[in-house]
């Protein structure tokens, strides 16, 4: 089960790896993807909270609660200084009205969190083996204290809890983070500048796309990456075994894949064939805690330490 997965809309014929949520053909606009995804339905007030003294209660002034507008569940307790931003209005602030742009929005952790992404076509790149790329936007916010009003550029299609704090996490792009307080209008009138911070970090990737075509890769290169990355054991005879299996794997993706006959030889082409093993064909196993596409999930997108990740730092390197 997806972690904290409430509700969601999924555009672009693209369903979460969760397989949850509805799944729409085209991209959504605000107001779409609000109502879609109920997000759009949570609307949240202040309220006052009460302490216990002796046998009464008294207001503290110090604080107040936040409650849900159409259940009177409690979202959060703040600070008096916290003011409320509902979570349509901080999807608003990014000032699209009728484009469709939104690719996913969710709401999570019983009703207290919504995120989503858009994705504007004018970002998508089409690199020169042919291959496509698309820089997401982020908006995400909270109403139980776990996260500020957020805008950033990031490659995490958000889609559950766990995409959701691999997003937070990503540090590559470009943030504008905003406290629930008073001055939050001002700032919030800069979010739009986000979109400009995610054209930046799409052409950052087709350079480095670019680099990594142009960079030629022998046969003995390729050989000794995997020497460097799949070393075979001397102790273990299953290891080496399993290490011997994954190289022959990664060298017939290289060597057959139908999308490596035009960047075979290339740096590019190595980083793809290893990339292809480490979401299709590693294997990631069920465990009491998670199943195994939770645990893939983990692995290459939380963690960022598969063997694919290892291969394009040692390519970008060479």
Known sequence: MPHE????????????????????????????????????????????????????????????????????????????????ENFCDAFHALGFVDQRV?????????????????????LDKILPDGSHTAAYVAAYTSHDGSYALTYKDTSVRIECANKLRAADADRSGRCLTIRHTASKEERKREAAHIITYAQERAD?????????????????EFSELLDDLLPLSTT???SATIAQNKRAKIRTIYRDAPDQQNIRGTAWGVANAFAAFADHEATYANTTRASADENRFVRT??????????????????
Request: net charge neutral; charged share 25%; glycine share 8%.
């Open 102 to 122: 939104w690719e996913t929005m969710v709401l999570l952790r019983q009703g207290r969190i919504a995120a989503g992404v858009l994705r504007l076509p004018d």
């Open 5 to 84: 997965f409430v509700s969601g809309v999924f555009g672009g014929n693209r369903p979460a790896w969760h397989r949850l949520g509805r799944v729409v053909p085209d991209l959504l606009t605000t107001e779409e993807a609000l109502r879609e995804s109920g997000v759009g339905s949570v609307g949240a007030r202040p309220e006052p909270v009460y302490i216990r003294l002796a046998d009464d209660f008294r207001v503290a002034p110090e604080y107040v609660a936040v409650v849900r507008n159409d259940t009177d569940e409690v979202l959060g307790v703040h600070g008096d200084g916290y003011v409320i």
């Open 301 to 318: 997108v939380l963690k960022e330490d598969t063997i694919a990740d290892r291969a394009v730092r040692a390519l970008v390197a060479l």
């Open 204 to 220: 950052y990737h087709e350079r480095q796309a670019i680099r990594l075509l142009q960079k030629r890769v022998s046969d003995q």
């Open 236 to 238: 273990s005879p299953r």
